[in-house]
Structure formats: C-alpha cells, structure tokens
C-alpha cells in the first residue's frame, strides 16, 4: 500500500477528530444550558433511555460494521449485508421495549412515549446503515463526518429547545425532549447517508438496494457472501460479550444506584468520555479500516505482503506511543484540574452530587480506554475466526473479573461510583494484556517483531509527569485555599509548563508523526525511529 493512501486515511482521521471536536464542542456549550433545567434524577432517566436505544443498535450494527471492514474489494457485498441490521434492529427494539415496561417504570410524565420514540428513532438510524458502510468502504470521510456532524447539532438544538420552552410554558415534559432529540438526530442521518448514498451508487455502479452478488462470489443465497457470513456469527458473539463488559458499568449503576447517583455517575462518565469520543474513537475506527487493508492477504498469492505488515507495526506503534502522552497529561493533571472544571461547566448542584469525584477518578481509566481502542481494532481488523472464538472464551474470564472486582469496590469498600470506575479500569486492563499478546504473536509469525517498550515516553516526559502529580498533590501546593479562578490560574500555568517539557522531550516523535501524515517521506520501521530517538 503507498505512502499516499495511508497519508490519505490519517488526513481522514484528522478530519474526522476536527468536525468532532467542532460539534462536540457545540454540544458541550448547549448541554451547559441543559443541565440549568433539568434535575440528577432526570439525566439518570435519560441514561436509561439512552441504554435501551444503544443495545438496540449495539446488537444489530456492531458485528456487521467490523464485518464489512474485511471486505475492501466489493461494495454491493458490504451494502447487501448491512440489511441484515435493520432485520436484527426492528424485532430487537420491540422486544427490549417491551421487557423494559414490564419492569419497574420510572414515575415521570410521557415516560411511555419517550420510549416508543428511542425505539423508532434506533430503528431509522439503521436504516441509513447500507449508506454509512458505502461511504466507509470508499474512505468518503467526509460524507460521514457531516452526517454525524449535523445530526449531532439537530439532537442537541431539538433536546435544549424543547426543554427550555417547556420551562418557560411552566410544563414538565418529563424524558420526551430527549427522545425527541434522538428522532431528530436518527432523521438526519438517514436523509444525508441515503441522499449521498444515491448519488454513490450511480456513479460507482452498485445499487443502495440489495442486489445479486457476481457469480465467482461464493454465497449462501444469491445475496450475502458465504466468508461475510460466517465471520459476523463469530464476531455476534464477541460482540454480545464485549457489549457486557463495555455496558456493563450502566447495566450495574442502573441496578444498584438511585437515580440522583446514576444522574451524578452519567455527568461524570460524559465529561470523562469527551475525549474518546472526540479523538480516540476516529482514530479507531479510520486505523481499523487501514490495518484491515494493510493486513489483508492477496486473493491471487493469498500472502500477506512485508511492505504492508511493516507499515502496520509502524502506525500501530506510533499511535500507542500518542496515547502513552496523552495518558501522561491525564494522570498528570486530570484528577486535580477535572473536578474543578466541573463546577465551571455544571455550577454547585451539581459539583455536591460527588460527580467531580467520579470524574477525577474517570481520569486513570481514560488511558486504558485508549489503548483498548486501539489494540482491538487492530484484533478486529485482522484475527481469524478461531482468534475470535480465543478472544470470546477469554472474554468470559475478563467478565468474571469485572464482576468480582464491582462486588468488591462497589459491596465490600462500598465506594460508589467512584469504585465502578475502578471495576472498569480491571476490566479494561485485562483486555489490554490479551490484545497486546495477539499483536505481539501477529507481527512475529509475520516475521516483523513488535516492541512494546519502544511504544513508551521518554524518561524525562515520565518524569516529569510524576513531579507534576506530585506538585499538584502536595499540601505546600493547596488549590483549595484559593478562588475556583485562583485555583484554575495556578493549575493552568503548571499544566502549560508541563505541555512544553513534553513538546520538547518528545520533539523527535512530534515531528516522524507530522512528516507520516503529509507523506513526505516513506515511513520507517518502527525500531529504526525510536532506536535514534533513544
């Protein structure tokens, strides 16, 4: 694969992060106006809802979009299978509805009618899935970055909107602006995926619609091909584990907490999650897709070729080696400056719930959130069926460890939400470990060897990160003494003095990642940087 084309896919990543940033940005500003409204007790049935409408696309999307990936060559292949969501997605939706009213209701105005909307809302966003993986498949990063975009600001507009006019009519709307937030968000993506879609199609010459595949196409019926398949039933199955753990901190705050501590725990894992949604989550889809094609075998030879296998152990350890930096400046500085920026964003109601906490402990699983990303996308983008079968079993043994290690933060320490943050941290740890085993095996039996230790800061960036943890920690430095604006001049001059060591001590990284991106050079092997940066 040319230099160009992966310049290509790190300019759409970097495009998909900037109209990311741009719109949660926006989101962010409105959803301050938002919490000046609404009650703890709300935003948690919000979360509920939010919980229902993601199992319903979870479950129906997820497996079928890794699936997709491993088809590069043939889009009509990829558009037929993502029917098979919106197949999966519409007796999904009614049948977790209808387990979700059969148990205890929230007591909250239009409670039922907010739900049937997240349910009709989950079913139309699949029905823009056949435009979503076209564009995926042809690297139109931005059709989807609009799309998203665009959605994201309707949901928002419509949500801040209508609560705000029910505030000043002196009516309690109870769930419904948030359902009717996600309908406008669901509208939006089906008109522009479809409307781009169309155009697409006709002048790729494949239909949106399901269509007969070529004849030298090995099928079940004239449609889905037979390897599509009979990879997405392994992937159903990873998939319904992975959902368990990832959820899984929603499944048991739902269950344990009172609404005020699930509204306090969802503020604080929104706030903590703005940086995975904003940067590492583009990052993982685009380089699932990139290790997907670098990694994929010849149809002629069936080899994989050297050249491409090296670019993967290159972009693999150049991201890593990114997210250890930022992971610095999260443990650096996320459990001091977080929860004070908390009572700037959310005001005193909020910052009392316990959310700034939860949100300086959320700052320690943020870096083991990134490296999960990462290191799964590259599984997804090239295990075989009997790797993902390994992965599923040993997916089990992590969901014991979740599950042990909840009880005993959550019962046994009785910590809260602080302690499910601890869980998932565990939980995400243990993923890590196996995901960076599988990587190490794949680039060895491909005659390429993966250094981890090579992935790592320098020295003087790791310490200067445990002297700013320090400072910060120390009582001869005591925040709390002063204004919340004293206290955010202080810790915002320590943390620009920390971002220049770094810019300095990792110069050498700096600019191999700006000089890959532009492509003005070919990429290196991996031990051949760092051993000079070294």
Known sequence: MSSKTISASAKGASLLILLQVGSRALTFALNQILLRFISPELLGISTQLELYSISVIYFSRESLRVTVQRQPHNV?????????????GVP????????????????????????????????????????????????????????????????????CSSVIWASTKGMHLGALPFALGQMSYAFMLFSIYMVKA???????????????LAPDISTYTPYFDRSLLNL??????????????TQGDSLLIAT????????????????????ARMLFQPIEESSR??????????PASKQRSKDNIKQANVILSDILRLYHLISLVACALGPAIAPLLLKVVAGAKWADTGAGDVLATYCYYIPLLALNGVTEAFVAAVATTANLHVQSMYMGGFFIGFAGSAFFFLRVLEMGAQGLVYANCVNMLLRVVWNIGFVKDFFATNSQPFLYSHTLPTAPSIAAT????????SPVIDLAR???????????????????????AERRFFVHCYEMVVARRPSKTAADFYEKSD
């Open 92 to 159: 999904l939706a009614y049948f977790l509805g209808y387990l979700y009213l059969k148990s205890d209701v929230p007591v909250v105005p239009y409670f039922r009618h907010s739900l049937i909307l997240y349910g009709l809302a989950s079913i139309l966003e699949l029905l823009s899935e056949p435009g979503f993986v076209a564009a995926q498949q042809k690297q139109l990063y931005k059709v989807r970055a609009s799309a998203e975009t665009v959605a994201t600001i309707s949901k928002c507009l419509v949500t």
């Open 256 to 275: 344990l907490a009172s609404l005020r501590d699930q509204g306090a725990y969802a503020l604080a894992s929104n706030y903590g999650g703005l940086i």
């Open 466 to 473: 445990v002297a700013v943890a320090g400072i910060l920690a």
């Open 198 to 212: 169309y155009s697409l199609a006709s002048k790729e010459g494949f239909s949106i619609f399901p269509s007969a």
């Open 482 to 504: 002063f204004s919340l604006l004293g206290q955010l001049v202080r810790a915002g001059g320590i943390a620009a003095g920390f971002g220049l060591v770094l810019l300095v």
């Open 289 to 298: 897709n990139l290790f997907a094609n670098l990694c994929a075998r010849d």
């Open 232 to 245: 997405n039933l392994s992937l159903s199955l990873q998939s319904s584990l992975k959902y368990i753990l």
């Open 76 to 88: 009509q292949a990829v558009v037929n299978l993502s029917y098979l969501a919106i197949l999966l």
